[in-house]
């Protein structure tokens, strides 16, 4: 699926229209199918579930909230999934990960000649998901100018690409998400008011996976079902105490930590039995036992590293994350670990 939303991603920018055996016809197709799964039975996920079920059917605009790996994007294709809409495309922006200069182009299309470099006309992501759902992730991210741009997509219903003055009519369900405090943002003049209340119809509040313990287990169970498929290997089953350590301990990382932890302990197993000691080393260390000396200050040292990296590109994230020699992905993840916040 990550594979299908980069070559959705390329097309959309680049204008190229994928062939019919395209990595993005994959991805409609299985959310056609509806083989999205959203796992957790939950008292909070099943909150979710029902009222996710009944907005799938609406044209209306929807928030999703939540801490960074709760699964905010498997939100999104389930209500997409679930919608009139399946059957057309599934677009997903990570609005942190594309530098304002780049963004209008690459959002809205540019035409021809716009700029150095626009050697073609390119469609944008708008336009790409156009009859179907636009999925704006990290939507706190966008600069002021950017964000009166989308409210009058929102209100209108229309693009103009850049370098061109006709208008294009697109018919495109907007579905964003952010860990941030939007609102907090409104009141510190970050965030537009107008476009606030325009994306905050409906919201959804996805709950950390310390707050749904009860679905720690099935997940797990899932993303090693999963890495058994990806190998073709037998299903790997957790051990007493190794699902006892998993549901003892906090989860930071919320669900995306779970299927790294998952992929980690299903590599490194020697049999079927997923034990204590094929978990990462995290999981063996005593709930009161206080980090290291060693280990404060590496993480003082990826601080630093992740805080000049951000001042040397003026604060954008995908060249920061160059800088670094890893993707934006991870650079969101652990600024939001370490409380880095974007300036």
């Given at each position: 699926m990550l594979e299908g939303s980069a070559v959705q991603?390329?097309?959309?920018?680049?204008?190229?229209?994928?062939?019919?055996?395209?990595?993005?016809?994959?991805?409609?197709?299985?959310?056609?199918?509806?083989?999205?799964?959203?796992?957790?039975?939950?008292?909070?996920?099943a909150a979710v579930k029902s009222v996710a079920s009944i907005v799938a059917q609406k044209r209306c605009t929807i928030m999703i909230l939540g801490e960074t790996g709760t699964g905010k994007e498997v939100l999104a294709r389930h209500i997409h999934a679930q919608s009139s809409r399946a059957h057309k495309p599934f677009v997903p922006v990570d609005c942190s990960a594309i530098c304002d200069s780049l963004f209008e182009s690459e959002l809205f299309g540019h035409v021809r000649g716009a700029f150095t470099g626009a050697v073609r006309d390119a469609l944008g992501f708008v336009?790409?998901?156009?009859?179907?759902?636009?999925?704006?992730?990290?939507?706190?991210?966008?600069?002021?100018?950017?964000?009166?741009?989308?409210?009058?997509?929102?209100?209108?219903?229309?693009?103009?690409?850049?370098?061109?003055?006709?208008?294009?009519?697109?018919?495109?369900?907007?579905?964003?998400?952010?860990?941030?405090?939007?609102s907090a943002m409104v009141r510190a003049g970050t965030f537009r008011q107008d476009l606030y209340f325009r994306l905050n119809v409906v919201v959804l509040n996805l709950p950390p996976l310390r707050q749904r313990r009860e679905d720690i287990i099935p997940l797990a169970e899932h993303f090693l079902a999963a890495q058994s498929a990806l190998y073709g290997e037998p299903l790997r089953r957790l051990s007493p105490q190794a699902a006892e350590a998993l549901l003892a301990y906090p989860w930071p990382g919320n669900v995306r930590e779970l299927a790294n932890v998952m992929e980690h302990a299903h590599v490194l197993s020697r049999d079927t039995i997923i034990q204590l000691a094929d978990l990462p080393p995290r999981f063996h260390r005593p709930a009161t036992e206080e980090p290291t000396a060693s280990e404060l200050s590496l993480v003082d040292l990826e601080r630093r590293a992740i805080a000049e990296a951000l001042r040397r590109t003026n604060y954008c994230k995908a060249a920061a994350s160059r800088l670094l020699g890893i993707n934006v992905q991870r650079l969101n993840r652990r600024m939001a670990k370490l409380h880095i916040e974007p300036r």
């Open positions: 991603a390329r097309c959309a920018v680049t204008g190229e229209k994928p062939g019919i055996g395209s990595s993005v016809a994959a991805d409609n197709s299985s959310v056609e199918a509806g083989a999205v799964p959203l796992i957790g039975h939950s008292p909070a996920m336009r790409a998901a156009d009859g179907g759902t636009l999925f704006l992730d990290e939507i706190g991210e966008l600069s002021l100018p950017l964000q009166a741009k989308l409210l009058r997509l929102i209100q209108e219903q229309i693009v103009v690409p850049v370098g061109d003055v006709r208008a294009h009519r697109v018919d495109v369900r907007i579905i964003a998400a952010t860990h941030r405090d939007l």
